[in-house]
């Protein structure tokens, strides 16, 4: 299963790539590029340098994601936690079964006055509506609250569950 969000992630990933190629490229390289855009925005021309470059597909893109979350958040990237609009960024996503029910947990992380806070969103698969504990996680690295995260156990996430239904 991938979220939209991750989904959005790999097409901001891409962009940003495109966008480091044409920093690179030589004037005549950018003629070409011009060329074969749709519109001169910046955007449109960084799409037409993703294209042009051998990147991953986002079956493969989503493993190094996932495995090396801590390297995207370190690189400062528009991909890691910090959201362009200060919204909160979904860092890692966990499935479990409560009361026979399939849940995703969801870690959201917001920076801020030099210390990272964390909520946990829940939501059922494919289905609207998704309930959020209050910011119950506060590090000042962001690594460290997706650590914990992690470390919670199913038992924790039923319990954060229960604290958020009506």
């Given at each position: 299963m991938t979220s939209p969000r991750l989904v959005e992630r790999y097409e901001a990933y891409r962009l940003e790539q495109g966008r480091e190629l044409l920093r690179l490229?030589?004037?005549e390289g950018l003629r070409v590029v011009l060329q074969r855009a749709e519109g001169d925005d910046l955007d449109g021309l960084?799409?037409?340098c993703s294209d042009l470059l051998p990147?991953?597909?986002l079956s493969i893109?989503?493993?190094d994601f996932r495995r090396h979350r801590d390297r995207y958040e370190e690189a400062g990237s528009g991909v890691g936690v910090?959201?362009?609009t200060g919204a909160p960024v979904t860092v890692d996503v966990r499935l479990f079964s409560a009361g026979g029910v399939e849940w995703v947990a969801a870690l959201?992380?917001?920076e801020g006055e030099g210390r990272w806070t964390g909520r946990v969103r829940f939501h059922r698969p494919e289905e609207d509506g998704a309930w959020f504990t209050g910011e119950i996680f506060r590090e000042s690295r962001?690594?460290?609250?997706?650590?914990a995260f992690l470390d919670a156990s199913v038992d924790t996430l039923r319990a954060l569950l229960r604290s958020v239904l009506p």
């Open positions: 490229l030589p004037r960084a799409r037409v990147l991953p597909p893109w989503l493993g910090r959201g362009r959201e992380l917001f962001s690594a460290q609250l997706r650590a």
